[in-house]
T-cell receptor, first 111, second 113 residues
Framework: DGGITQSPKYLFRKEGQNVTLSCEQN?????MYWYRQDPGQGLRLIYY???????QKGDIAEGYSVSREKKESFPLTVTSAQKNPTAFYLC??????????FGPGTRLTVL | QKEVEQNSGPLSVPEGAIASLNCTYS??????FFWYRQYSGKSPELIMF????GDKEDGRFTAQLNKASQYVSLLIRDSQPSDSATYLC?????????????FGSGTQLTVLP
């Protein structure tokens, strides 16, 4: 089955820890994206990547880092510099500038 | 002023009625407009997109775009309880080969049986 997978579904982080969220797609999409959603809010763009080994900051990149070593994978690291990381994290992909399709999301909670 | 604003809701309509969801945007250079449906605890699902002024119909859904007024709407005809969800309006500005979406905060719709 083609699609976007994210893992884990739920993640708990202690203060001062870095954590990495996984996003994989087998749709052969060029572009991949990371969004953050807070309760009752829309999605805000963290980072996006158009091709392998290239990525750009979105609107709220501070405290986050990404890599794009393979076309299929776009992991997001939430660093200790992100002061309020508790949120629902969504990964998406698209063929170039076409419509974006979302993975199931990872819910991150800081303990 | 928010870049993309939606009627805050929550919106309740009886089963079989027309639900009307509205969205305004501030960037006149916006090129593409999307409606996503998001069930509680789930990820957004694309239901409609529109690029040109006017109406676009897909089954029970109609998207309407007026670029001069910077306004986009979604009409859901014959609303069903399964349509109960949060509807997110998204506006795109293209950047190279990737499209950056700016989302509104969503309108929660409840269809009452």
């Amino acid at each position: 089955d083609g699609g976007i997978t994210q893992s884990p579904k739920y993640l708990f982080r202690k203060e001062g820890q870095n954590v990495t969220l996984s996003c994989e797609q087998n749709l052969n999409h060029d572009a991949m994206y990371w969004y953050r959603q807070d309760p009752g809010q829309g999605l805000r763009l963290i980072y996006y990547s158009q091709i392998v080994n290239d990525f750009q900051k979105g609107d709220i990149a501070e405290g986050y880092s990404v890599s794009r070593e393979k076309k299929e994978s776009f992991p997001l690291t939430v660093t200790s510099a992100q002061k309020n990381p508790t949120a629902f994290y969504l990964c998406a992909s698209s063929i170039r500038s076409a419509d974006q399709f979302f993975g199931p999301g990872t819910r991150l909670t800081v303990l | 002023q928010k870049e993309v604003e939606q009627n805050s809701g929550p919106l309740s309509v009886p089963e079989g009625a027309i639900a009307s969801l509205n969205c305004t945007y501030s960037d006149r250079g916006s090129q593409s407009f999307f409606w996503y449906r998001q069930y509680s605890g789930k990820s957004p699902e694309l239901i409609m997109f529109i690029y040109s002024n006017g109406d676009k119909e897909d089954g029970r859904f109609t998207a309407q775009l007026n670029k001069a007024s910077q306004y986009v709407s979604l009409l859901i005809r014959d609303s069903q309880p399964s349509d109960s969800a949060t509807y997110l309006c998204a506006v795109a500005r293209s950047s190279g080969s990737a499209r950056q979406l700016t989302f509104g905060s969503g309108t929660q719709l409840t269809v009452l049986p």
